[in-house]
């Protein structure tokens, strides 16, 4: 499985960013994907996951600002992140996997940096 993320940047504290991963490769193995982040000095966390039936489940931080979809057609997960704080900042991580496998696949990160 390959996964592929995009569409951080720089944005100011408010506003909006919506990153993507698109998996590829031997997608019927995953049936959970999520985003994690990872700030300077600090371990990965969880934002968000999605399941192939659409089950979410976001961390505490992203509630009622983040929204987890999938558009299975594309192969595609999206995270809509709103009214971002500068303490979102981060690298993001698209990550696929099957539910009650250690098995985890990650996409490259994508650079998210909130000014205040």
């Known amino acids: 499985v390959q996964l592929q993320a995009s569409g951080g940047g720089l944005v100011q504290a408010g506003g909006s960013l919506r990153l993507s991963c698109v998996a590829s490769?031997?997608?019927?193995?995953?049936?959970?994907m999520g985003w994690y982040r990872q700030a300077p000095g600090k371990q990965r966390e969880l934002v968000a996951t999605i399941t192939s039936r659409g089950a979410t489940n976001y961390a505490d931080s992203a509630k009622g600002r983040f929204a987890i979809s999938r558009d299975d057609a594309k192969n595609t997960v999206y995270l809509q992140m709103n009214s971002l704080k500068p303490e979102d900042t981060a690298v993001y991580y698209c990550?696929?996997?099957?539910?009650?496998?250690?098995?985890?696949?990650w996409g490259q990160g994508t650079q998210v940096t909130v000014s205040s």
């Open positions: 490769g031997a997608i019927f193995s995953i049936n959970i």
């Open positions: 990550s696929g996997g099957r539910i009650g496998s250690d098995r985890n696949y």
